[in-house]
């Protein structure tokens, strides 16, 4: 089966109170769970928490790693959950076990994730295992994405999602004005980072 995985865990989770670890884990989940409804059908997404700060994602949506990897990131921004993670996105074959139980799944696409994940250093948040342009791009968006404020990032959250409502409707769920939301759109770099999304996913799906 064709997957997407991405490989987190929390930085820095021993300065984190219990409580704010599971709220952090929490939104990632629950990241998830919308991940899936981004699509009708909707797509097949297992998460699963893997150790005290560690978790992992699969969707069977691979051309969707980067975006959902920077909703992600966007969740728990603007949720304030006082804690950042590190994503290590990859595309691939994987097989899952009877149950779904993600973390009895296996294949190289896991492995590649998993793998990722123990190599990323110093202040990268984020990065892609195929390397190459998608790699750069994920690196690029990861750089984007550190300077978001919370404001932003919950601005920035509402867009990822493909189908997204239009900004009019974005405004007036935030009790906010269109204006606010195009300002907010625009310190955050999302119309660059929405472009490049696109492009890499129209090729992804050639």
Known sequence: MALCVLTGDLVASSALAPKEVDAALTTIETAATEIANWQSPAIATH?????????????????????????IAACLNRNDT???TR?????????????????????????????LLTNLSGHALMAHADGGAIHAATRLADYIASGWTQTQARTVAAFLQPNAPNRAEVAKSFGVTRQA???????AGFPTIEEALNALETEAGK
């Open 181 to 187: 939301v195009n300002q907010s759109l625009w310190s």
């Open 47 to 71: 998460f699963a928490r893997r150790g005290g700060d560690s978790w992992q994602i699969a969707i069977d949506a691979p051309e969707l790693g980067l975006r959902a990897a920077l909703y």
């Open 82 to 84: 006082a804690a950042v």
């Open 87 to 115: 994503i290590a996105i990859a595309r691939g074959t994987g097989t899952f076990s009877e149950t779904g139980d993600l973390n009895a799944a296996h294949g190289p696409v896991f492995v590649a994730s998993g793998r």
